[in-house]
């Protein structure tokens, strides 16, 4: 999410996008990361539609990462990527 609040990309086929981009204008006005679990069992997670009985961790951090930077770069030229986190690890660009 740019800070005008242009989004790019998904996350989960759209079951969360909304918590997710509360997320973002959250940790763009606070300079915060976030990591958010939703899941079947959590109010909130199925409040905004994720009801596959899976859990999803989200975490949301400002740019400044290379790597999520690369990855946002790729996205933006319509080249196919994906950003896999680790709770213990850096961020991993694949596509």
Do not use: N, W
């Not at 763009?28 to 961790?57: I, M």
Request: overall charge negative.
């Amino acid at each position: 999410m740019a800070a005008d609040g242009t989004v790019v990309g998904s996350v989960s086929g759209g079951c969360v996008e909304g918590a997710v981009y509360e997320l973002c204008r959250a940790a763009l006005e606070s300079g915060l990361p976030v990591l958010q679990r939703f899941g079947y069992s959590d109010e909130d997670a199925f409040a905004v539609g994720l009801t596959c009985g899976g859990v999803l961790d989200v975490f949301v951090q400002r740019g400044g990462d290379p790597a999520a930077e690369a990855a946002l770069a790729a996205a933006e030229r319509d080249i196919p990527v994906a950003a896999a986190y680790g709770h213990d690890a850096a961020p991993a660009p694949t596509g």
